[in-house]
């Protein structure tokens, strides 16, 4: 079975992955793939997720001189801003909330692995936190964004209801970087992220770079 899976992931990744885009990689330990082309001092980019490594916005920012603006609610963010040196933070516009579906208070599960320290998507209020988090839409609307060139998204199972509401309000995002993180069993996971990457190529966006089943980038192509 472990053997068929393979192979239809790598069927359905080969009929939609379009290699034809450069693609650049940036940061360690925690890098992300994308498109540098187009991305300059005058780009609109927005990350959420800091985690314990920020390397890759650090690189993004000496790639393009473009501001980063860096987003996370948690103690764990927090920290690895307090601790990363402030001359390394050069061009990193830190918001010590979250980013959502909806704007407000949002409840996060305790993390699996205290160490590893993160704070996920929670179904139950149970054993769970509350951050305050904000919307992508409200957020270009508060810094007069009109439109986000690149959005690079590792936040633990709230990547599912944001991507939702950038296609269900047509929000201008031009190149988007998400980790999806399974919901459900395999199965059913599998079954969800190959949905979203049909939805999200029905919407103009082209899956140019992947890591496995987590790390996705896409670029919008078309007007839709």
Known sequence: MQN??????????????????KITRLG?????????????????IVSAGAGNDVSFEIELHKKTGAAVLLLDPSPTGRRTIDYTPTDQLA????????????????????????????YAYSTTRKDAVSFECRSLGDLMVENN???????????EGFEW??????????????????????????????????????????NGYCLISHQGTGDHTFIKTDGK
Not at 11 to 17: S, T, V
Not at 91 to 103: D, H, M, R, T, V
């Open 28 to 44: 360690h330990p925690c890098a992300w793939d994308i498109c540098v082309d187009g991305l300059n001092s005058r780009s609109v």
């Open 4 to 21: 068929v899976g393979l192979l239809r992931h790598k069927f359905l990744y080969g009929l939609i992955e379009n290699k034809n885009f």
């Open 145 to 155: 964004f009109q439109q986000v060139d690149l959005l690079k998204m590792d936040i």
């Open 91 to 118: 061009g990193i516009n830190f918001f010590p909330y979250g980013l959502a579906a909806k704007s407000g208070v949002q409840s996060f599960a305790l993390p699996v692995n205290p160490v590893e320290g993160s």
């Open 161 to 202: 209801e944001v991507l939702d509401s950038i296609l269900n309000q047509r929000l201008n995002v031009s190149q988007i970087c998400v980790e999806f993180h399974p919901m459900h069993n395999r199965y059913w996971s599998g079954l969800q992220r190959y949905f979203k990457l049909l939805e999200m190529r029905l």
